[in-house]
């Protein structure tokens, strides 16, 4: 059975980081388009990040630019997601999902294997 699983969502407080895994099992990721997308209560759900195994190419939404950094462990055959300078804004459950078409985009649309999301909250 193929899926993806999420973890590492956590409280945080403004401005701090966080690193969140998304570890593939039943197929490797070195054929796949890897994104991040979250969904805040009462919002549609965004793409935040992807990332290519087929050219290592990466795209991020201008919303976390700077703050976000997507990357993939092919030993381990996962992906994580570097988020630093935290902002409330973020707040949200982060999905993570793979696309066998293997060159990045951020059409949730098009991606074939979800995780159950990694919640990330806000501690004021």
């Known amino acids: 059975q193929l899926h993806v699983v999420e973890s590492g969502g956590d409280l945080v407080q403004p401005g701090g980081s966080l690193r969140l895994s998304c570890a593939a099992s039943?197929?490797?990721?070195?054929?796949?388009?890897i994104g991040w997308f979250r969904q805040a209560p009462g919002k549609e759900r965004e793409g935040v990040a992807c990332f290519s195994s087929s050219d290592g190419d990466t795209v991020y939404a201008d919303s976390v630019k700077g703050r976000f950094t997507i990357s993939k462990d092919n030993a381990k055959n996962t992906v994580y997601l570097q988020m630093n300078s935290l902002l409330p804004a973020d707040t949200a459950v982060y999905y993570c999902?793979?696309?066998?078409?293997?060159?990045?985009?951020?059409?949730?649309?098009?991606?074939?294997?979800w995780g159950q999301g990694t919640q990330v909250t806000f501690s004021s």
């Open positions: 039943g197929f490797t990721l070195d054929y796949y388009a």
């Open positions: 999902a793979a696309d066998n078409w293997p060159f990045c985009h951020l059409d949730s649309n098009e991606y074939d294997y």
